[in-house]
């Protein structure tokens, strides 16, 4: 979607001129360069220890070498898309600055040159950085190239801040320096983007060769950081000694279950909300690993700054701050349809159901399970997206108030949430009746929705919030019907298929 919006949005600048462009894709250029740098960084750890095809190599006789060069193959093919984006980009900074029709075999060979940099930045972060260093980063920077992507032509002003920041991150610096776009003054900015260009280019290899000798596919090193809890647990228990294992095993240590109030903040409120029994499917669900505490931390950074950037900044600085809010309430969303595990679908084993779907749990259990979670997760984000509302506005009364009516739709949409869990690996969609009952009702959940929220007279708002609810209870009493008296299979086959 960002490449889609990403080439939307400069092609058409190419008719334009003037300077306020230039500076305008110069600042995108460097913020996406460092947006594609730790997601390739991220990606290239992937690929060599969170890669769910690895577990194909500890049945064959093949070396750590030949699994790290294939692993890495993989990865460059997974990252000849950051061509395209700054072949694009430079194509268009030389086309205004007086390249003409060759702006687009100069921009090639300049993204070219961005490419190989962007990996040897990406394999020096993972060679030398800890998968966590990486993942805030690679969180924020993309979200600051897709709000200045949309907003920040509008702010000549912070484009050219942002441009003339280009000289520290190679190779930008050196290109935009060398077409004659850089406003970089004094002899440091002259000199430091050759220097850090060329360093870089000499610590890639040893960055590539030090990731090489130590990949080891039993043993992966960064797991001891606490990002892969499990593959730890899993080495711990294999060194254990025989005798220890056979006494965990005849004390029964494995029946304990999940230590909710050993667990983090989060888990132990939320597990205040389940009864016995749905703390035992909770525990099932969530593969006894939940996480929600150390997730929250590590994106709390980002609740802050964002904020923090409007109350500083302003509506001077900030490019379309209303955009900006919805574009984080769009991540939100995101991180609320991050559904358990229990959920999922056994990876690689062909067409089967979702695990819950093995077990003696009933529809309303996974209901109540679901409804309880997805509650407590909503209430930490849309606490941050009231004050996010209200920052951005000013925190005037309006601001408040739209900040409520955002709570309230989140809190009228949580029974969707639940079809949303299940409906995606059944086939209901196969059945026209459940297909055309959920057009309806989505088209008035979204209308009403709409005038809930942007509806100025009070009985408007009651009514179309009333009416949102009612819509959303009563689809998740149809779709519990249907699922109960098997109207569809928690199967994803298709017509076709079952024929």
């Not at 687009?104 to 990406?122: E, R």
């Not at 776009?181 to 983007?193: T, W, Y």
Request: charged share 10%.
């Amino acid at each position: 979607m960002f490449r889609l919006c990403y080439l939307g949005i400069l092609l058409p600048l190419a008719l334009g001129a003037g300077l306020p462009i230039v500076e305008y894709v110069v600042a995108l250029i460097l913020l996406w360069t460092l947006a594609t740098v730790f997601l390739c960084a991220s990606r290239l750890q992937t690929a060599l220890y969170d890669d769910p095809g690895l577990i194909v190599f500890d049945y064959y006789p093949i070396s750590d070498g030949d699994i790290f060069r294939r692993q890495w193959r993989r990865f460059l093919r997974g990252t000849w898309w950051t061509l395209l984006d700054f072949t694009a980009g430079y194509s268009l900074l030389l086309f205004h600055s007086g390249g003409g029709w060759h702006a687009l075999s100069g921009g090639v060979v300049l993204g070219a040159v961005q490419w190989l940099f962007i990996v040897a930045m990406a394999v020096c972060l993972a060679a030398y950085a800890r998968p966590k260093h990486i993942a805030f980063p690679g969180i924020l920077f993309p979200a600051a190239s897709f709000v200045f992507l949309l907003g920040g032509g509008g702010h000549p002003g912070l484009s050219a801040w942002l441009s003339n920041l280009a000289w520290c991150v190679p190779p930008t610096g050196w290109i935009v320096q060398g077409l004659g776009i850089s406003n970089s003054g004094g002899l440091l900015h002259q000199i430091a983007p050759v220097v850090l260009s060329a360093t870089l280019l000499a610590l890639a290899p040893i960055a590539f060769r030090q990731a090489r000798q130590t990949f080891l596919l039993s043993e992966p090193r960064h797991a001891t950081d606490g990002r892969t809890p499990e593959l730890i647990e899993f080495g711990e228990g294999q060194t254990r000694k025989a005798d220890d294992i056979r006494a965990a095993i005849r004390g029964r240590q494995f029946l304990a279950g999940f230590d909710w109030q050993k667990a983090g903040f989060l888990e132990r409120n939320v597990s205040r909300l389940f009864s016995a029994r749905e703390r035992v499917v909770a525990e099932f669900l969530l593969a006894a690993n939940p996480r929600w505490t150390a997730s929250f931390k590590a994106v709390l950074p980002f609740f802050l700054l964002v904020p923090l950037v409007f109350l500083l900044l302003g509506n001077r600085w900030v490019p379309h701050d209303g955009g900006a809010v919805w574009i984080v309430a769009v991540i939100v969303g995101a991180n609320l349809l991050a559904y358990p595990r229990g959920f999922a679908l056994p990876p690689q084993g062909g067409l089967q159901s979702a695990y819950y779907a093995t077990y003696p749990v009933g529809f309303w259990e996974l209901t109540r399970v679901l409804l309880k979670i997805n509650f407590a997760k909503t209430i930490v984000c849309v606490l941050f997206l009231f004050v996010l509302w209200a920052s951005a506005g000013g925190f005037q009364f309006l601001a408040f108030w739209n900040g409520l009516r955002l709570i309230a739709l989140a809190l009228i949409a949580q029974p969707l949430l639940v079809i949303a869990a299940i409906s995606p690996n059944s086939n209901d969609t196969q059945n026209a009746e459940v297909v055309v009952l959920a057009v309806v009702l989505s088209l008035l959940m979204l209308a009403a929705g709409a005038v809930f929220f942007f509806a100025t007279r009070w009985w408007l708002v009651a009514a179309a919030g009333i009416l949102a609810a009612m819509v959303s209870i009563f689809g998740l009493l149809l779709y519990g019907r249907g699922f109960n008296g098997s109207r569809f299979d928690l199967v994803p086959l298709r017509r076709a298929e079952q024929e």
